[in-house]
Antibody
């Protein structure tokens, strides 16, 4: 059974950096892309970027380029999303999501979400 | 940057057919995917590659795509189908850069 377990809720001050983890099990970590998705309270889903755990190659949404870093640690089967220069608008639930197969690249299996609150 | 456009809301009575559209310039070349999200839960994929239904998704969910518009159809909508629905696709650059539509709130009452 594929499982994605994310780290717990965070409270950060404006200007700080947050790093969220997503530990996977039930499949070979390097076989499938890992996406990260933002959802602000009462708002829609926003695609942030993805990483190919096999080679670490990343693609980011233009909106987050320069502030987001997505990485994959193959020794622990864990993906990370780091968001810097936090502002109040970054208060959101962040999801990791992996694809259903090596031929696909859309999100399919989702983590439980991590709430990040940015407040002074 | 690339955008997918959805109507903010759609409302139907139970048993009626609900149709949710998603428009985007790259849809003639790129697949559309549809996610259902209920309050407080992670999204669930209900349609992939324009018209395919994942295992476990009821047959009343179907998808189609023509030109720059993809459509999610729920035939005989049930009260439990009330949720937010998002389309997802990638831009035309070929590098897997994803994008979600703004979401459509489906009300069934």
């Amino acid at each position: 059974e594929v499982q994605l377990v994310q780290s717990g809720a965070e409270v950060k001050k404006p200007g700080a950096t947050v790093k969220i983890s997503c530990k996977v099990s039930g499949y070979t970590f390097t076989d499938y892309y890992m996406h990260w998705v933002q959802q602000a309270p009462g708002k829609g889903l926003e695609w942030m970027g993805l990483v190919d755990p096999e080679d670490g190659e990343t693609i980011y949404a233009e909106k987050f380029q320069g502030r987001v870093t997505i990485t994959a640690d193959t020794s622990t089967d864990t993906a990370y999303m780091e968001l810097s220069s936090l502002r109040s608008e970054d208060t959101a639930v962040y999801y990791c999501a992996t694809t259903p197969s090596s031929e696909a690249n859309h999100p399919f299996y989702w983590g439980q979400g991590t709430l990040v609150t940015v407040s002074s | 940057s690339y955008e997918l456009t959805q109507p903010p809301s759609v409302s139907v009575s139970p048993g009626q057919t609900a149709r949710i559209t998603c428009s985007g310039d790259a849809l003639p070349k790129k697949y559309a995917y549809w996610y259902q999200q209920k309050s407080g839960q992670a999204p669930v994929l209900v349609i992939y590659e324009d018209s395919k239904r994942p295992s476990g998704i009821p047959e009343r969910f179907s998808g189609s795509s023509s030109g720059t518009m993809a459509t999610l159809t729920i035939s005989g909508a049930q009260v439990e189908d009330e949720a937010d629905y998002y389309c997802y696709s990638t831009d035309s650059s070929g590098n897997h850069r994803g994008v979600f539509g703004g979401g459509t709130k489906l009300t069934v009452l």
